[in-house]
């Protein structure tokens, strides 16, 4: 059983019971159940038509909750006879789901959590070992994500800028655990990108094809990290190249340009070069000055020094690099590494080594470690 | 079955035996040293005896409150003689000798030259539950 496939029913499913008149929180959960029950039922005795089963299932797990609720309450009379099915509006379901499970008066966390269970169909204990916490905690962190927006309107247009802002974050985690989140994120976005004819959301999911081709170079057999300019680009993934950066095409020729679009032609740029070395920096540079003047990030600023490092050489990085602010997380970093381009290699060792100690995650720590020991052990030779 | 916290420290303990700054060290030995911890790691888990390590980041701060609608005050990182948590591992495992023999695996892991560091590992056994059956 294909259980993205499955999982993909998820959002319609859900909202078939919301426009039946189920509230939000109790059909998530009847739909969750009828997932699980999907997941048990289905290897042996695979349904004809399975979203209709989910549908009948789930609906009938939020009768029999309701109806349970009802009795401890002693308020029998709250539950009515099955109402008839109301319009069915998939896309529309789709997408108001998007918005409310990424609603603004949600913490990141709590969206992210939301998202994924009742737009992507995970399940708790997935989610919570895929973000390293136990299952009681994420369970929680759900059902109160869930009380905080049980008083929107499930018609209530949203915004799509926090949608793709909580795709963004579950994209950028990575994986642990038994499911792949970046895989997730591009599948949600995938499924967003149908639901709105939107050019940001298209410029997100071309961002995220064109990082995701680069996994498999993106670390070396023992772990280590692998910079861009030394990965085996053999090992890129051109079919998901190749659809980034037409998805991209077809965005940026609608001339609505946003902060996704060009972080994603920065990433096709990267693509395109055969070698490390035929990068073209200049339009790199170009592209960077675009998002810094989307978004006035340090952190594209940042990035820019490097990029300008390369284009114009690395005096002109660091001349680049001393206009930004010191603290920023990765400024030691790209200070070592242009002082290496530049031959002091005193200085980028004894940087790296600081770099390392300020290292926000354990692989980029190693790999900077390992950078002023390479230097280290060339300077003592 | 008993728990234990393994603590490395960056600084507070005694000196090592093989006391080199990692980035002294030669990549290739870095390496090694990464795939020791690795390995070590995946064995415990083979045995059932791993229950969690992490590592942390050098510069904290200390907080604390500081009265009725005061922000909590913040101080540090300290100078260099204050104590400082590196990373740590849980175990669980069937005796205090056992926990000693581990500790002492792990503090074989190599360093500069591929030597052993000889570091200093604190074991700490974790407050249990009281038994159920206590005459």
């Given at each position: 059983m294909n259980e993205a496939l499955l999982r993909s029913l998820t959002p319609s499913v859900l909202g078939i019971l919301v426009r039946r008149g189920a509230d939000f929180a109790a059909a998530e959960d009847a739909v969750q159940d009828a997932l699980v029950e999907a997941v048990r039922a289905w290897p042996a005795d695979p349904p004809q038509d399975p979203k209709g089963w989910l549908i009948t299932v789930a609906w009938r797990r939020f009768l029999d909750a309701t109806r349970a609720d009802a009795a401890r309450r002693r308020r029998e009379d709250l539950v009515d006879e099955e109402p008839a099915p109301g319009p069915v509006l998939e896309v529309d379901d789709t997408l108001q789901l998007y918005f409310l499970c990424a609603h603004?008066?949600?913490?990141p966390s709590s969206a992210v959590a939301l998202t994924l269970r009742a737009?992507?169909?995970?399940t708790t204990r997935q989610i919570a070992q895929a973000y390293l916490v136990p299952e009681a905690t994420m369970a929680q962190r759900i059902s109160r994500a869930k009380r905080t927006v049980s008083?929107?309107?499930?018609?209530q247009p949203g915004d799509v800028a926090t949608v793709l802002r909580v795709l963004y974050l579950v994209f950028n985690?990575?994986?642990?655990?038994?499911?792949d989140l970046a895989a997730e994120a591009i599948r949600l976005t995938r499924q967003l990108a149908a639901a709105i004819d939107h050019p940001e959301v298209a410029g997100l999911l071309a961002l995220m094809l064109l990082h995701h081709a680069r996994r498999a170079s993106r670390?070396?057999?023992?772990g280590s990290l692998v910079p861009l300019a030394q990965?085996?680009?053999?090992?890129?993934?051109t079919v998901s190249i190749a659809e980034g950066v037409e998805i991209l095409q077809a965005a940026l020729a609608r001339d609505r340009l946003g902060e996704f679009q060009a972080q994603a032609a920065i990433a096709a740029l990267h693509a395109d070069a055969?070698?490390?070395?035929?990068?073209d920096w200049v339009q790199i540079v170009e592209w960077y000055d675009e998002l810094a003047r989307l978004t006035d990030s340090p952190v594209v600023r940042l990035n820019r020094a490097v990029a300008v490092g390369e284009a114009d050489g690395p005096r002109a990085g660091l001349a680049a690099l001393a206009?930004?602010?010191?603290?920023?997380?990765r400024h030691t970093a790209v200070a070592a590494y242009l002082h290496e381009r530049d031959g002091d290699l005193p200085t980028a060792a004894r940087l790296y080594a600081e770099a390392a100690r300020k290292a926000a995650n354990l692989a980029e720590r190693d790999h900077l470690t390992r950078q002023a020991a390479r230097l280290n052990t060339r300077l003592s030779r | 079955m008993a728990k234990y916290l393994l603590l490395k420290h960056y600084r507070g303990a005694p000196a090592a035996v093989?006391?080199?700054?990692?980035?002294?060290?030669?990549p290739e030995e870095i390496s090694a040293h990464m795939q020791y911890m690795r390995d070590f790691a995946a064995r415990l888990e083979g045995t059932g005896e791993f229950v969690d390590g992490q590592a942390l980041a050098p510069e904290g701060t200390f907080v604390r409150y500081d009265g009725e609608g005061r922000p909590p005050v913040t101080d540090g990182p300290?100078?260099?003689t204050k104590d400082l948590i590196a990373g740590w591992m849980v175990i669980d495992v069937d005796s205090y000798e056992r926990a000693v023999e581990l500790a002492g695996e792990l503090s074989a892991a190599p360093g500069a030259g591929g030597k052993p560091i000889h570091e200093w590992l604190e074991l700490r056994p974790f407050l249990t539950e009281p038994p159920t059956i206590t005459e």
């Open positions: 603004p008066s949600l913490t737009v992507g169909g995970l008083g929107v309107r499930f018609d985690e990575g994986y642990s655990g038994d499911v670390t070396a057999s023992d990965q085996d680009r053999g090992r890129w993934d055969p070698v490390a070395e035929e990068t206009a930004l602010d010191a603290s920023l997380p | 093989n006391d080199v700054p990692m980035d002294r060290w030669t300290f100078a260099e």
